[in-house]
């Protein structure tokens, strides 16, 4: 990709990385990019690096618009590798850059690279840098979506330089949202947004309501929302805006999700009967197969409704090994204002529906109890038990209050 002005002066300087299918566990069916700006004024300024593996492009693309040793400022807004990575190389190339970053940012940076303590300058929230025309104003964001975190808001093109936040994971030739929605569509763009949330800022919903709550206190106006992954936000940016308000405040779809693995059938075949119950009762009902399907698609699927229910053989007297993993991976996300049950099958004994309800108590989830467990195979009286469980689930789902 050849560099692409995003607004005068600002322009995109990054990566697309196609290939990349595994982000630290998430899967990323659609590849993602990594998002860096160059802004020309009196003093140019870089906005984050990239990952290492794609230095070589995004260096390409700052040399087409200046030389890189002209560089006088780098904003480090988030030290995470994939936007960290190419560091190194950069400073190489801009001699004469002065860093600024977060305190914690600093910390971080000092553990990972040897770098001059007098080319480190730290900022907090209300700081404002000239550069001529322009002036950065850098607010921190910690925990969102690491300590180090914060963004920086270009008053005079009323754009703002999120870092993770409002990103998205999709390698695409289309730099905008707009562009996206004409290429793919804009449910495919919501998509994006769901699954980037509820993957990786789902546990801050609340810091998210406070944060964008400043930023209209520190009068951040949006014209452009440049996020370090996917889509530049420049047709809609409430429209990022908005959709993490509602996930942030656990809006969610009237619907149940059945996530589940099987091991030699018969939990698989308990769920055909749950869903009847539940579609009877006219709720809309899905149901997801683990091993079938990553985790973290699973992940953002339960983020959209409001029902779950988990479906789990007992292996070892315990979960079996991918539901188990998909449940503490949701633990550590915290959902929120949902209602939850479990089931399964057993041979000699059971236990793993006693410990997927602990797990889901553990998460504040409201839960629908007895499960049903079926031992060895499903006969018609569980079948029964099974039916009468999925309505009896999809009763108390229509009368939870969120």
Not at 103 to 121: A, C, D, I, Q, T
Not at 255 to 260: L, P, R
């Amino acid at each position: 990709m050849e560099p692409i002005k995003v607004k005068e002066d600002l322009y995109w300087v990054g990566a697309i990385d196609w290939g990349v299918r595994d982000f630290h566990g998430y899967v990323t069916r659609n590849g993602t990019t990594y998002n860096n700006y160059l802004l020309l004024d009196r003093d140019i300024t870089l906005f984050d690096s990239v990952h290492r593996d794609f230095f070589s492009y995004s260096i390409d693309n700052v040399r087409r618009i200046v030389e890189p040793n002209k560089i006088k400022n780098f904003v480090i807004n988030h030290i995470e590798p994939d936007h960290l990575g190419a560091f190194e190389a950069f400073l190489r190339e801009m001699p004469n850059c002065k860093i600024y970053i977060t305190e914690r940012g600093k910390k971080g940076l000092e553990r990972m690279f040897n770098v001059e303590p007098s080319r480190v300058k730290v900022v907090k929230t209300g700081e404002i840098l000239n550069t001529g025309i322009y002036n950065l104003l850098f607010i921190e964001t910690p925990m969102l979506h690491w300590p180090d975190s914060m963004v920086t808001y270009v008053k005079e093109l009323r754009t703002l330089i999120s870092q993770d936040i409002f990103g998205i994971h999709f390698a695409s030739t289309c730099r905008f949202d707009d562009e996206f929605v004409e290429t793919y569509s804009s449910f495919e763009l919501e998509d994006a947004v769901y699954d980037y949330y509820a993957n990786i800022l789902m546990p801050f919903g609340n810091l998210i309501k406070a944060k964008i709550e400043e930023l209209g206190k520190l009068g951040v106006d949006l014209e452009v929302i440049a996020p370090d992954h996917g889509v530049v936000w420049r047709k809609d940016p409430k429209k990022a805006i908005n959709i993490y308000l509602d996930l942030a405040n656990c809006k969610s779809e009237m619907g149940a999700i059945i996530v589940y693995d099987t091991m030699w059938g018969t939990t698989e075949r308990m769920v055909f009967p749950i869903m009847r119950g539940i579609a009877d009762e006219g709720v809309r009902v899905k149901a997801i197969k683990l091993r079938s399907t990553p985790s973290s698609y699973a992940i953002k699927e339960v983020s959209k409704l409001r029902g779950l229910l988990v479906g789990t053989p007992t292996l070892n007297n315990s979960m079996f090994p991918s539901v188990a993993e998909f449940l503490h991976h949701l633990f550590g996300l915290k959902p929120k204002m949902k209602i939850a049950g479990a089931f399964g099958s057993y041979g000699w004994s059971g236990g793993a529906v006693k410990e997927a309800y602990e797990l889901l108590k553990k998460m504040g989830l409201e839960t629908v109890e007895p499960g049903v467990e079926v031992n060895y195979a499903l006969r018609d009286e569980d079948e029964k038990r099974c039916y009468d469980f999925g309505k009896n689930f999809a009763r108390k789902l229509k009368e939870f209050e969120v």
